[in-house]
């Protein structure tokens, strides 16, 4: 039996979605896949994965247009395999505390490529994030590190059971 193929891809603009995706990747390596991690926009062809995992950051709302422009590029091929999607971005605990659901955007991808399921993740703006906004947030005492590693874990070692029980 080949080891499963798995990529992991992200739509990010600062980085914290793309540690969550590393962090992805390095669980279900743990667990004997074989994971690739790329940024959504390079993703052009997900035919030679046997599944996929699609995570984007959410601002303001809205998810990443990085990430859906792959899932909506590479919707027929993403039809045919297995496929788990990811946001993040709440920057405080309430991902932890509770499931959240897709924002719209996210749930009109997930139908379109039959994703599985949708996680949220806490995100992250911290005083080395770039931008004004950013900068805003941390001087108001808004930011800070919401991504946990524990869950991402879990989550991960879920999809690894998921594609090893198949």
Not at 1 to 7: D, H, I
Not at 9 to 37: F, M, N, P, S
Not at 73 to 96: K, T
Not at 124 to 136: D, I
Request: net charge neutral.
């Amino acid at each position: 039996m080949s080891t499963k193929r798995v990529l992991v891809a992200y739509g990010t603009k600062h980085g914290a979605t793309a540690g969550i995706a590393e962090q992805i990747a390095v669980t279900l390596r743990e667990d004997g896949l074989d994971a690739v991690v790329l940024p959504a926009d390079d993703v052009h062809d997900v035919r030679a994965y046997d599944a996929v995992v699609l995570g984007g950051s959410l601002y303001a709302g809205h998810w990443s247009s990085k990430a859906k422009h792959c899932a909506e590029r590479n919707a027929d091929s993403l039809r045919h395999r297995p496929v788990w999607m990811f946001s993040s971005g709440p920057l405080d605990r309430s991902a932890e505390e509770h499931d959240v659901p897709p924002v719209s955007a996210v749930a009109r991808e997930m139908q379109l490529v039959g994703a599985r399921e949708h996680m949220t993740f806490g995100g992250s703006v911290t005083a080395h994030t770039p931008g004004f906004l950013a900068k805003a947030l941390t001087r108001q005492g808004k930011g800070g590190d919401f991504r946990n590693p524990e869950r991402i874990q879990k989550w991960a070692h879920h999809i690894s059971a998921e594609l090893v029980a198949a």
